[in-house]
């Protein structure tokens, strides 16, 4: 079975769980799916077993303490500890995906916001190659690393007692707000230079319909 | 950590190979054996990492496939190099029991001892 089928049946079968063994498992879960560089097939896999063998005990009026310890911390470390680490060509698979997504949305809303805007004023359609290649990169790494220091902070504060949420959403907030200055700010002095070409919106809005539509196939393995 | 839980878990691996040895088995199944035949001082989640490691270095395999009851499960079997770790671990386990038996047990009549 493939790993989003897993994560479907994973997430239905969650719903059978007592509130108390749902939260420690929940916890076990967040931490195992936020270290990112596992190999996201076997995580799911043994994240799977642990579910079933939790319902099962449940069954028999056991909690999830009683089976998987006292430490979650502990053991979710243990487990970590011995999971294969994500083959690169799955990894390369997974980045091609999210930034097939990433231009997809990026076109789409161009596309529509053109559209929008020449009802009323006069817009030019034309592109920059080099200015744009310049803010899509700045707009990739900021997502990327966005994604790394949120799960980053998800995973640190899970089974840390002392770390507050209102610190970890600011911390969130904050890069989120310097990320989206400077690709603002990058937008503002770069100036237009270099060759360019006209990109209506219908092409706009065509091109990321396929990317959005590619980066769906990819994530539903069919490509 | 308990001197008898330490001792387990130095022989974990090859008490989960045993078992595994006999028959085709699932997760919730192995722990059951494991407590079954006495080893009640294993928590049951621990077969969880022992398995995770037995599959990363080759010496068993898992299978997802239908269980009795339905739904799919984990089933783990032994590869060739499994087979032959149990064997290496079982000869070792003599090696230091049948000793360590005649030491501490002191001349009590063990089936053991020859």
């Known amino acids: 079975m493939k790993a989003n089928e897993l994560i479907e049946q994973n997430n239905q079968k969650r719903e059978l769980l007592t509130e108390e063994n749902e939260m420690y498992y929940s916890k076990l879960l967040m931490y195992i799916r936020t270290k990112l560089s596992l190999s996201e097939q076997q995580s799911e896999e043994v994240l799977m077993e642990m579910l079933d063998h939790l319902l099962e005990g449940q069954d028999e009026g056991k909690s999830a303490r009683e089976i998987f310890g006292d430490d979650p911390k502990g053991y979710a470390d243990e487990i970590i500890e011995q999971l294969p680490t994500e083959e690169k060509r799955d990894m390369v698979k997974f980045l091609g995906q999210l930034s097939f997504n990433l231009m997809g949305w990026f076109l789409v809303i161009r596309g529509f916001t053109l559209l929008l805007f020449s ?22 790494l900021s997502v990327s690393f ?76 069919v490509l | 950590m308990s001197l008898r839980s330490q001792l387990l878990k130095g022989i974990l691996d090859g008490c989960v190979l045993a078992v595994i040895e006999k028959e085709l088995v699932y997760g919730y199944e192995l722990s059951r054996k494991l407590q079954q035949v006495g080893l009640s001082d294993v928590s049951e989640g621990t077969i969880y990492p022992v398995l995770l490691r037995l599959q990363k270095n080759g010496l068993i395999r898992g299978v997802m496939k239908p269980s009795e009851s339905g739904p799919n499960r984990k089933y783990y079997s032994l590869t060739t190099a499994g087979e032959e770790a149990l064997k290496v671990i079982s000869e070792e386990w003599k090696q230091v029991s049948v000793p360590i038996n005649a030491l501490l047990w002191k001349g009590e009549d063990l089936h053991e001892s020859e």
């Open chain 1, 119 to 140: 009802i009323f004023v006069d817009v030019s359609d034309t592109v920059y190659i080099l200015p744009t290649i310049i803010i899509l990169g700045l707009i990739a």
């Open chain 1, 146 to 221: 966005g994604v790394k220091v949120i799960l980053g902070l998800i995973h640190q504060s899970l089974f840390n007692e002392k770390s507050s949420e209102k610190k970890d959403m600011l911390k969130a907030g904050l890069y989120g707000a310097g990320s989206f200055a400077i690709i603002l700010a990058a937008n503002y002095f770069i100036r237009e230079f270099g060759p360019s070409f006209e990109f209506p919106w219908t092409a706009s809005l065509g091109s990321g319909g396929m990317l959005l539509l590619i980066s769906w196939l990819m994530k539903r393995k």
